[in-house]
């Protein structure tokens, strides 16, 4: 592969952590998912961050611990440094799922091959954001996906886009970019006509709630 970081972003409800936890599933003795930070709340039965309070995450920031760090939502973000390091340090290859911020951020530290997954229809990212964040309240939920919109301005800095409409298909299509740098072209249109397709169905979906 020849990449030192293998880079997933997308918008909230875009099956980002799902994909990444089956590569590392399928390909444990290769590949090891970064576990970034978070000021946010555990929710239950969830490990998938290091759960820090507010004063230990900015202690971090003073100490320059962090490769790159952000707000959203309200809570703070944040990759360190060791955490990158102590995975390479194992010969294996680092997965990081980071926004747009981050990733520029990223990109001047380490070279990568940067996935940005689009969600297939705005119901069904919404859906999937509902089904993972029970507590989440309709307007937490339209927020993040206003948030999408902001995101596709940056979708043409990354290397590959890829569509989940089929959790299974994108995942085997991410699968190919990673250990092959292609993807079968036949199979998802072209990427201009892949963001405009996503692009509406958010704004429809986004302006049918506003009136509702």
């Known amino acids: 592969m020849g990449e030192e970081l293998i880079i997933i972003s997308g918008p909230s409800g875009g099956g980002k952590t799902a994909i990444v936890e089956e ?9 090891e998912r970064v576990v970034t930070t978070t000021t946010r709340k555990r929710r239950k039965n969830e490990d ?11 202690r971090l920031i003073e ?25 390479m340090e194992k010969n294996k290859v680092p997965i990081l799922i980071v926004d747009v911020n981050g990733y520029q951020k990223v990109i001047k530290h380490y070279e990568s091959k940067a996935i940005f997954l689009i969600p297939g ?59 092959k740098g292609t993807r ?14 996503y692009k509406n169905s958010l704004e429809k979906f986004l302006m049918e709630c506003c009136l509702a």
């Open 48 to 58: 998938e961050y290091i759960y820090l309070s507010k004063e230990e995450f900015e």
């Open 184 to 197: 079968e072209k036949d199979i998802y249109c072209e990427n201009e006509l892949l963001i405009e397709k």
């Open 23 to 31: 590569l590392v599933r399928k390909n444990s003795g290769v590949f």
């Open 121 to 179: 229809t705005a119901r069904q990212q919404y859906n999937q954001i509902k089904q993972r964040n029970k507590n989440c309240n309709d307007d937490e939920i339209i927020n993040r996906m206003n948030i999408s919109l902001h995101e596709l301005k940056y979708i043409n800095l990354y290397d590959y886009i890829v569509e989940n409409q089929v959790l299974e298909e994108a995942y085997k299509e991410v699968e190919q970019i990673i250990y």
């Open 63 to 87: 100490e320059d611990a962090f490769l790159e760090h952000n707000k959203f939502m309200d809570n703070m973000y944040g990759v360190l440094k060791e955490s990158i390091e102590t995975i």
